[in-house]
């Protein structure tokens, strides 16, 4: 009952942001919605607590395929350059397609009712073997096939993030730089770092935790079947604790960028701001892939709106990483009345704006 409260909390929480406009930002990527997509099905089939068969069978693939989907939009964004927004739809209809068919098959033939061994509505032919055979084939085999797959992609990313920041890193030993100019040079390799950060926190946390879990349900739920044993108390708080789980990640989103503790402290700035109106100095500095730094001194919100709207700014790549890592962004342009809004105050997360339309896609 925790994890279904604490859902339902998570999900109220994100409903509200996503009507303050200056947190909707941070909420606006694709995995994101994916994780409230399974928490959305746990909170449904939760709350039908009579039809277990759903709750163990359906909601329990629902789940494990959307975070299959979480790793494989990540590799597929960064390592193939393929638009996660375009591929967010056949995501929801994979996973709802291969959980109804394992869910459907087993169901229609009559191999899901009240087990009388264990007092359950789940699997309930009397042959031992026969069931074995049944969940292993709908249901364990796909959790584990899905828990290596997210495995190999995690690995398949890092090793793809790797290069560029080492080569970052290597980068900015060879300027020969003075003490004198050290600061801004510390100031870009931050920012790279941070943007490195950004990238590879969503592999560290979805599909791990998800594989994790899924391994440990999948072998003890066969050892189970096999030894004809009562449900062990590790298995039933795996599957008890998925929910909870699920919701301490969505709020504690470790995504700079779009982290759901950002978008809440989006809506409270704004709402800070609006009580104190002042004119403040934004210096604004970008950090090229050249390490050049490029400084705008001094630029009032009023003034800015006052210059030339036609007057264009080529200031070279803004990708924080070689341009193939983020999608191929390639040169960025800025107009000058833009860069009061579009500098570093109003980066979401300290990204540029051709930057957060990749990080929108992940």
Not at 113 to 127: A, D, F, M, Q, S
Not at 209 to 216: A, D, E, F, T, Y
Not at 231 to 257: E, F, K, N, Q, W
């Amino acid at each position: 009952m925790s994890g279904l409260a604490l859902s339902v909390v998570v999900l109220a929480a994100c409903g509200y942001l996503a009507f303050v406009r200056s947190a909707r930002t941070h909420l606006d990527r694709v995995s994101f919605r994916l994780l409230v997509y399974a928490l959305v099905s746990h909170v449904i089939f939760g709350i039908l607590g009579p039809l277990e068969p759903l709750r163990s069978q359906f909601n329990l693939l629902v789940s494990t395929s959307i975070f299959f989907c979480v790793a494989l939009n990540l590799m597929l964004v960064l390592v193939y350059n393929v638009n996660g927004r375009m591929m967010e739809k056949y995501y929801i209809m994979g996973s709802l397609v291969l959980s109804g068919t394992c869910f459907g098959s087993a169901y229609a033939s009559g191999h899901l009712g009240l087990n009388t061994k264990n007092h359950i509505c789940w699997y309930n032919n009397e042959n031992q073997n026969e069931t074995l055979r049944w969940v292993i084939g709908t249901q364990m085999f796909w959790m584990l096939l899905l828990s290596a797959a997210e495995f190999g992609m995690f690995l398949v990313v890092v090793a793809f993030l790797l290069p560029f920041i080492r080569h970052s890193r290597e980068a900015l030993h060879g300027f020969g730089i003075t003490d004198a100019e050290q600061h801004p040079i510390d100031d870009c390799h931050a920012a790279r770092n941070h943007l490195a950060d950004w990238q590879v926190a969503p592999t560290r946390v979805y599909p791990l935790v998800s594989c994790v879990m899924n391994i440990i349900g999948s072998v003890l739920a066969v050892w189970q079947l096999k030894e004809q044993a009562e449900p062990v108390p590790v298995s039933l708080l795996v599957y008890s604790m998925r929910p909870l789980v699920y919701s301490m990640i969505a709020a504690t989103d470790p995504s700079p960028g779009t982290s759901f503790v950002r978008a809440w402290q989006a809506r409270r700035a704004t709402t800070d701001s609006s009580s104190t109106q002042q004119t403040t100095q934004v210096p604004v500095s970008v950090c090229l892939s050249t390490l050049v730094d490029f400084t705008v001194g001094s630029i009032h919100g009023a003034e800015s709106d006052q210059l030339d709207a036609g007057s264009q700014t080529q200031i070279g790549n803004l990708s924080l990483n070689p341009t193939e890592s983020l999608g191929k962004v390639g040169l960025t342009s800025i107009r000058k009345d833009e860069i009061g809004a579009v500098g570093v105050a109003e980066h979401v997360g300290g990204l540029t704006s051709a930057q957060w339309d990749v990080a929108r896609q992940i």
